[in-house]
């Protein structure tokens, strides 16, 4: 955490989004509830609400290369608080607590679409090249503090406080981190002004061009392209576990929403622990770190599915978190070196759109499947579909490539 003492931005960056993404867990976790209490098929609808909008991410790098990413994000901040204000408005009509909950949902998904490649883009303007991984060590379990000790509030939250003031503490939330990056674009000052002469002196492209330069710079990441589908296999599976959590919890392990808002903590802090504990892992090559972590998540996966006691399934997706968390990291960091700046918010976008264009089925299979096939079918899909994927990542990267090596070969 030092690294943070070190570089002002980061730190105005980090303690923003702390308090954003914890008033949207708390969010998060009253308005699953609240929606599963009264119908767990409106669960899809509110999942479809937040996978959709991620598919424009691809759209959301294009914008951020071609304008301040930090001015984006800040812009952002401020419309999804404004767009939360009118949720809080809206409670005052009767029957309006589940509408309002699943559009909210779903503009603060859109505006994660082009919050997400902007901010992706803007880090590593933030501190030198060699404290690149701590920086995102550190920052990327920003969003995992912030979940955890969210969703265990938010569990507590609709009885202790109710659910109007769940609303202004997300809303507040949000225009906090608007001020908070404010004061992080003073850093910025010498940057802003070299990119735009940047950009004064590069020939403007068309909207359709520039899709397609992040499209071909994500073509110069052979290992995501061979694993994408398995990937996507795994993504649907688990949207759809995790679109259906609030009714597993409450229909197979007959636990209370405080419960639910403790097992989703869970996973949040394992995400959080992995985060934190990638950057020791550096001594060993990427291949041994990933395929050891993303084979563990899927036994631990596979195990949570057998799961009837609350918490052990707490315990098990602990695990499962820091697995996760682990590999994730050592992935996007190496991700976030092998894609060029000058396109790296295209890049991004356009992997970001790709990595989650199964997430919208996922959350409509839940609903269809969801008084046709057990409960657990998602967690042991997902489980079974991580194994071919660790053979993937051991069998085309290269045994000895290290941290900031060159991108990995597809194997011939």
Do not use: C, K
């Amino acid at each position: 955490m030092g690294i943070l003492a070190r570089y002002a931005g980061l730190r105005s960056l980090w303690l923003g989004q702390l308090l954003s993404q914890l008033g949207n867990a708390v969010f998060l976790i009253m308005g699953l509830w609240e929606i599963q209490l009264h119908s767990p098929f409106l669960l899809a609808i509110a999942g479809l609400a937040m996978a959709l909008p991620p598919l424009l991410a691809a759209a959301g790098g294009v914008v951020v290369d071609r304008f301040h990413p930090g001015r984006l994000m800040l812009y952002t901040d401020l419309v999804r608080g404004l767009a939360v204000a009118l949720g809080l408005a809206a409670l005052l009509l009767p029957g309006a607590l589940i509408p309002a909950v699943i559009a909210l949902l779903a503009v603060n998904s859109l505006g994660a679409a082009l919050f997400a490649p902007a901010e992706t883009t803007l880090l590593p303007r933030l501190v030198r090249a060699e404290d690149l991984t701590a920086a995102n060590g550190v920052y990327n379990t920003t969003a995992q503090i912030s979940g955890a000790v969210g969703a265990a509030i938010g569990g507590a939250a609709i009885a202790a406080i109710g659910v109007g003031w769940v609303f202004g503490f997300d809303m507040v939330s949000f225009w906090v981190s608007g001020l908070a990056i404010v004061i992080m674009l003073r850093t910025l000052g010498p940057w802003r002004a070299e990119r735009a002469q940047e950009a004064a002196q590069e020939p403007q492209e068309g909207f359709g061009a520039s899709l397609l330069e992040g499209f071909r710079a994500v073509r110069r990441l052979p290992l995501m392209l061979d694993l994408m589908p398995l990937i996507l296999i795994v993504n649907f599976a688990f949207m759809a576990g995790f679109t259906m959590l609030p009714y597993w919890i409450h229909r197979t392990l007959s636990a209370t929403a405080l419960a639910y808002g403790m097992i989703d903590a869970a996973w949040a802090a394992g995400l959080v622990l992995g985060g934190l504990a990638a950057g020791s892992l550096r001594r060993w090559p990427i291949r041994d770190v990933a395929s050891a972590m993303f084979l563990l998540q899927g036994l631990l996966f596979g195990a949570f599915a057998l799961s009837h006691l609350a918490w052990l399934s707490g315990v098990l997706l602990l695990l499962a978190g820091i697995a996760n968390g682990i590999g994730n990291a050592i992935i996007f960091t190496l991700l976030q070196r092998l894609v060029p700046e000058e396109v790296r918010g295209r890049a991004f976008g356009m992997l970001f759109t790709l990595l989650g264009l199964a997430n919208p089925l996922g959350s409509l299979a839940a609903g269809a499947l969801l008084h046709v096939l057990p409960l657990s079918w998602p967690w042991i899909l997902g489980a079974v579909s991580m194994f071919p994927i660790v053979v993937g990542i051991w069998h085309l990267t290269p045994r000895d490539l290290g941290w900031q090596a060159d991108p990995p070969q597809a194997a011939e």
